[in-house]
Each structure stands twice: as structure tokens, then as C-alpha cells.
């Protein structure tokens, strides 16, 4: 069967690629260190689970209103006000299938053919191929290592042409683990103030793990309020990757365009689902600096142990579970007569000779770098970087 020039120009998530590689190893038998997961591996808090139950029980069996159930939608009011100071009616927020479902569903109503969609590096991979489907044009900037992978007001300024149409912001970063203190967005905000045709989309899906201080929004400022959807959910904070709930807020031609959208694709998000996330966002918020605690102190093995390998770079990431290391140190080098040309032969280098799994840079538009996820336990870690340096120990 013929596809469609759509789907043929979409990749693969590199991401996704690579922990399946790293399964396919596992059911030979072989034990594979995988750092390539994006997913706490903390468990579901017991009260958001017995909501779900309670919920099962009380026949929540049936199709839920396209946006969220209401009480929902003002859960997520109220959590938007209490920790983020921001205010939305609530024919301005859509709940869906996870957050990734709320960037498709606003990219497909925001972006057409010819627009221009402008993502810094290091991006989220499925950026790139989400504005591919909306047949819209990704303009790349650079973000440099030195500033931790952020974009500057001049160099936003000067990516904008007629044709920009959307602004992606991903703060904290997956990768990169950065974020943007409150001058630094005020900044881009007064940037992106003076073109109001440019929507900003701010996936904020790793707010909670933010270990230096308060998370900062974008939408705060009230000359680009406005413009900006704010894109959360669940997966992160409470440990629900597999529930699928995500939700968004913005201005109300967009969130009924997505209602729109997506009541001709997936309609409302799980029942039992949307009763667990009212008791996530209203319940028992402590889980959270429990696990952040533990997640610091991986973070801390792991960039203890980056530091001592020779040639790396890294910036210590204050927030998600990720690091995202330079090894080009060890490009140019070989082993068994194959070259190291860039991070995606690195990658399949440590998979095959140290048996750990971790994701190539350049799926994140930077080669030099590969992302490691810190969410195993503390003797995986150790076993990990016991392998990966004798395998480099082997590169000539």
C-alpha cells in the first residue's frame, strides 16, 4: 500500500529505538544497563491508586466528556493558581492522552504548510516531527553548552521572520535538564511580545522535578499570556507514565480547536484515569520531594562518576533525570576496526560492547552529547559506569 508523504516524512523516535534495542538484548539473555528511560521508577502513590479503584467500583465505565470531566478541569485550575499564579476559565484547558497528545492535538490546530515553528537545541525529539506533520518548517537555534543549552533574547530575535509561526520552549529541559530562571524568560517574553501572531507552546511536563527552586512559567507575563499554551500532566511528578493524562491551558480559540480535534480522534481521556489525576493534583503532595530526594542523589553519583572520565563535558543538570554528557572526546577514535563518527555510533558502541543502553544527541539536534536517565537504582548506576569505562578503555 502506498503511505502518505506525511508519515514517510516523520522518523523514528530515536529515543523509543533505542530502549527497544536494549530489550531485544534482554531476551537474548544478556543483561543490559538501560539509561535511555524517560520514566520515574517510583511507583503510583497508594491514594492516587485507590481513587482509581474507588473509581472502578463506582462504574466510571463509561465515554468521559471530550475536554475532562469538570471537576478535573478545576482541579487543574486550582493547581495552575496554587502553584503557578496563573488564572484560566475552564473553556480554557484540555485534558488528553498524555502531554505529548496535548502538543500534537495544539501543533495541528496552530501550524499549517509554510509556517515556521521555532525550536532550540537540544529539543525533545518528537518536536521536530510533530511540526513535520503539520507540514510546518522547524527553525533551529543553537543553544550553547556554556549558557547550559539556553537560547538568548538576541538569538530568538533574530530566528523570527514573516513566516514564524509557533515558539516551542521546553523548561526544564529533556535532555539537558536546564531551566530558565524568571529574568531569562521575562527576557524572551519581551521578544516574543511584539509578534502576537506567534504562538508559544511551554512543555512544562517536568515542572516538579526542579531541585534548585520554584518552577517559573513563561505565561506569567502578561504581554505574552495570551499567546502561550502551558502543556503539563502527570506522567513525571506522580509516577502515572502508563495512565496517559496530560493536560493543556491556553487561549480559548485554541483549546476549542483542540476539543475539536481531538473528539474526531481519541475523544476523553481513560474515566478511571481522570478520576486518579483529581486525587494527584488535590491529594497528598509529599510524594514528590520524597522522590526528588532520591533522584537527587543519583544525579549526584552519576555526575561524579562522568567527572572522572577523561575528555567529558557536563553541566551539572539542576532538574529532570537526566544528564546529557559530552563524549566527543571519543569521536574519531575506533574499536574492531569501526570508527566513532558521532553519538549515534557511540551509543551503539556502549550498547553492544558495555551492554548500557543511553540515546544519541543528535536525536536532540546535538551530536556531541548522549542522554543518560538516572532513574535506576544506585547499584545500576555503579554498574554502569564500570562497564562504560572499561569499554572506552578499548576505543584507540
Not at 499570556?225 to 513525571?236: C, D, W, Y
Not at 552519576?302 to 566527543?328: C, H, Q, R, W
Not at 572526546?329 to 550498547?351: A, H, P, Q, R
Amino acid at each position: 500500500m502506498r503511505l502518505s508523504s506525511r508519515i514517510n516524512r516523520v522518523a523514528e523516535s530515536q529515543t523509543l529505538a533505542m530502549s527497544q534495542k536494549s530489550n531485544e538484548l534482554k531476551e537474548k539473555g544478556i543483561d543490559v544497563v538501560n539509561l535511555t528511560v524517560g520514566q520515574p521508577d517510583f511507583f503510583t502513590p497508594d491514594n492516587v491508586k485507590a481513587a482509581a479503584k474507588k473509581a472502578i467500583d463506582d462504574n466510571y465505565s463509561f465515554y468521559s466528556p471530550v475536554p475532562g470531566y469538570k471537576d478535573l478541569i478545576q482541579a487543574i485550575q486550582g493547581k495552575f493558581k496554587r502553584e503557578n499564579n496563573l488564572e484560566y476559565a475552564e473553556n480554557q484547558i484540555v485534558v488528553s492522552t498524555g502531554a505529548k497528545q496535548c502538543l500534537a492535538n495544539a501543533m495541528q490546530c496552530l501550524f499549517q504548510e509554510g509556517d515556521e515553528v521555532i525550536i532550540p537545541t537540544p529539543y525533545w525529539v518528537s518536536y521536530i516531527e510533530l511540526a513535520h506533520l503539520c507540514n510546518a518548517k522547524p527553525v533551529i537555534i543553537e543553544g550553547k553548552p556554556d549558557n547550559y543549552y539556553k537560547i538568548t533574547p538576541e538569538q530568538l530575535e533574530k530566528a523570527i521572520t514573516p513566516k514564524t509561526h509557533g515558539f516551542i520552549l521546553n523548561a526544564p529541559s529533556n535532555p539537558s535538564g536546564s531551566i530558565y530562571t524568571k529574568d531569562e524568560l521575562k527576557a524572551l517574553a519581551d521578544v516574543l511580545a511584539k509578534y502576537p501572531e506567534i504562538a508559544i507552546i511551554s512543555d512544562e511536563i517536568y515542572e516538579h522535578l526542579n531541585y534548585v527552586g520554584k518552577h517559573e512559567s513563561i505565561a506569567q507575563f502578561a504581554n505574552v499570556f495570551n499567546q502561550t499554551i502551558v502543556i503539563n500532566g502527570l506522567s513525571k511528578a506522580y509516577a502515572m507514565t502508563g495512565w496517559r493524562l496530560g493536560y493543556m491551558a491556553g487561549p480559548v480559540e485554541v483549546a476549542k480547536a483542540c476539543k475539536k480535534l481531538q473528539g474526531q480522534t481519541t475523544s476523553g481521556t481513560c474515566s478511571v484515569t481522570q478520576r486518579a489525576a483529581i486525587e494527584a493534583l488535590n491529594g497528598d503532595q509529599s510524594i514528590i520531594a520524597k522522590n526528588n530526594e532520591v533522584l537527587v542523589k543519583r544525579r549526584d553519583l552519576m555526575v561524579k562518576y562522568l567527572k572522572e572520565i577523561p575528555g567529558v563535558k557536563l553541566n551539572v543538570p539542576p532538574a529532570t533525570f537526566y544528564t546529557f554528557p559530552d563524549f566527543s572526546y571519543y569521536y574519531g577514535k575506533s574499536y574492531d576496526g569501526k570508527v566513532i563518527n558521532g553519538s549515534s555510533d557511540l551509543c551503539e558502541f556502549l550498547l553492544n560492547v558495555a551492554h548500557v543502553a543511553t540515546v544519541a544527541g543528535s536525536a536532540f539536534g546535538v551530536d556531541a552529547c548522549i542522554r543518560m536517565s538516572y532513574v535506576v537504582d544506585f547499584p545500576r548506576i555503579d554498574e554502569a559506569f564500570k562497564r562504560i569505562n572499561q569499554a572506552l578503555a578499548l576505543l584507540k
